[in-house]
């Protein structure tokens, strides 16, 4: 393979997995726990060893055609590793960096922070993203510890330590069938504690009796039922009205809410900063602890699985046919897509979601459809006042003094 063809594509992410699928909580939407499922008669430990590390630091780095290189440690709970992986990741990262400059971000559910993390955080410029679901009645509601107790507390004293220590760090709350009727409760709750970046994702699954490794659907599963906490299309599209009434009135350029950046990205023919409401997928592969890498993290099933690191390279497998096949899903679409009128800001959403059947019988059809529609309907006057100020060199925050109705 001629590498330096896809050199100049796009940038190349790869999420890595260090302690893979294991976490200290079992949050009962999670779609990672059982992942573990894949490994589980494979003889491994479970988490990444040193030389994979290496291989995985050096050829990372070298694969980049950018002079910015993002190391992005998911999990699971990527602080089940002790601190000293993190300590010898910087080391070969500086070992490899030649020039680059290299940044970290964590995603972490918090309940293991403590002050030698946060300093290490601190001292090293890691940005932090926090999992929280809200005020404790919306996150306890389903996000527990393996014994069935409570996380919310542990997680606020992580962030505390976070905020005492100065760490950069964001929130990441899944909006489900619990909590998605309570926006304003979960927006300001978010404010109060000192989140100005804040990423409200959809939980959508569907199961069946006989998922892969588990009992989560694929997301090509016909025989699938809707797990119940999911976020109804009805809720969502209401919630999201609701929040973005609250924060374009108050907070445009104070508060950044990710899809509201990702509309507004689109709305003015940027990349939007988030792969769903992207054109295409493939921003982001995600690489297990034993070095097996998936299309996507949503997709870490077996018939998306690119390879594994020790056999071939980041580029074949992030550049190669079958992720191309994986990239070009996310334009396949139904009719009622290419014909609406949003698909500029929408673009169909996550293929993972696209389950549902068209009104004239269409399958292909994102399940939050309806929600998304209301959505950017409801939105639509404002982001053509913001994009008017972007047009004409003026700042977008000017919406939360203009006479708009939707
Ligand atoms: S499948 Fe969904 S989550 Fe994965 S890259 Fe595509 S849009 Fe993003
Ligand atoms: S709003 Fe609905 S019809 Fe329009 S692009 Fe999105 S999923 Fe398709």
């Given amino acids: 393979m001629n590498d330096t063809l896809f050199f100049g594509c796009k940038p190349l992410y790869v999420m890595a997995k260090p302690v893979g699928a294991r976490c200290n909580l079992s949050c009962e939407y999670c779609y990672y726990l059982e992942k573990v499922n894949l490994y589980a008669d494979k003889g491994e430990n479970g988490v990444m060893s040193n030389e994979l590390l290496e291989h995985f630091t050096r050829e990372y780095i070298e694969s980049q055609t950018l002079p910015d290189v993002l190391?992005?440690?998911?999990?699971?709970?990527?602080?089940?590793?002790?601190?000293?992986?993190?300590?010898?990741?910087?080391?070969?990262?500086?070992?490899?960096?030649?020039?680059?400059?290299?940044?970290?971000?964590?995603?972490?559910?918090?309940?293991?922070?403590?002050?030698?993390?946060?300093?290490?955080?601190?001292?090293?410029?890691?940005?932090?993203?926090?999992?929280?679901?809200?005020?404790?009645?919306?996150?306890?509601?389903?996000?527990?510890?393996?014994?069935?107790?409570?996380?919310?507390?542990?997680?606020?004293?992580?962030?505390?330590?976070?905020?005492?220590?100065?760490?950069?760090?964001?929130?990441?709350?899944?909006?489900?069938?619990?909590?998605?009727?309570?926006?304003?409760?979960?927006?300001?709750?978010?404010?109060?504690?000192?989140?100005?970046y804040i990423q409200f994702t959809p939980i959508v699954e569907r199961l069946t009796a006989n998922g892969c490794g588990g009992h989560l659907a694929t997301p090509s599963a016909t025989n699938a039922t809707l797990a119940d906490f999911s976020v109804s299309p009805e809720q969502w599209g209401q919630f999201l009205c609701d929040l973005f009434d609250e924060w374009v009135r108050e907070d445009v350029g104070k508060y950044f809410v990710q899809l509201f950046d990702a509309t507004l990205a689109n709305w003015v023919g940027q990349e939007p900063g988030v792969c769903s409401t992207a054109a295409q997928c493939g921003q982001s592969v995600c690489m297990e602890h034993n070095g097996d890498v998936y299309s996507c993290d949503h997709f870490v099933f077996p018939e998306y699985k690119l390879g594994n690191i020790r056999n071939s390279t980041l580029i074949e497998m992030a550049y190669g046919d079958k992720q191309k096949l994986f990239d070009n899903m996310k334009g396949n679409l139904p009719g009622q897509c290419r014909k609406c009128e949003w698909l500029f800001a929408c673009h169909g959403e996550c293929p993972k979601n696209r389950f549902a059947t068209t009104a004239d019988g269409e399958s292909g059809l994102n399940y939050l459809c309806e929600g998304y529609r209301k959505f950017f309907k409801h939105v639509a006057p404002y982001m053509d006042f913001m994009k008017n100020e972007i047009d004409n060199r003026r700042s977008p925050a000017n919406v939360m003094k203009a006479d708009i109705k939707s």
Wanted: hydrophobic share 40%; net charge positive; with cysteine.
């Fill in 71 to 196: 190391f992005q440690w998911h999990g699971g709970e990527p602080l089940m590793r002790p601190i000293s992986f993190y300590k010898r990741a910087m080391e070969l990262q500086r070992k490899y960096a030649h020039g680059r400059r290299i940044s970290n971000v964590l995603q972490t559910n918090g309940t293991l922070l403590n002050d030698e993390w946060c300093r290490f955080f601190r001292d090293n410029g890691w940005l932090i993203g926090i999992s929280i679901d809200g005020p404790q009645e919306f996150h306890d509601e389903f996000r527990r510890f393996r014994g069935g107790q409570p996380s919310w507390h542990k997680v606020m004293r992580g962030i505390n330590l976070l905020n005492k220590w100065h760490v950069e760090w964001n929130a990441m709350a899944v909006i489900n069938d619990f909590n998605a009727d309570y926006p304003l409760d979960l927006y300001n709750f978010f404010k109060e504690i000192g989140a100005h």
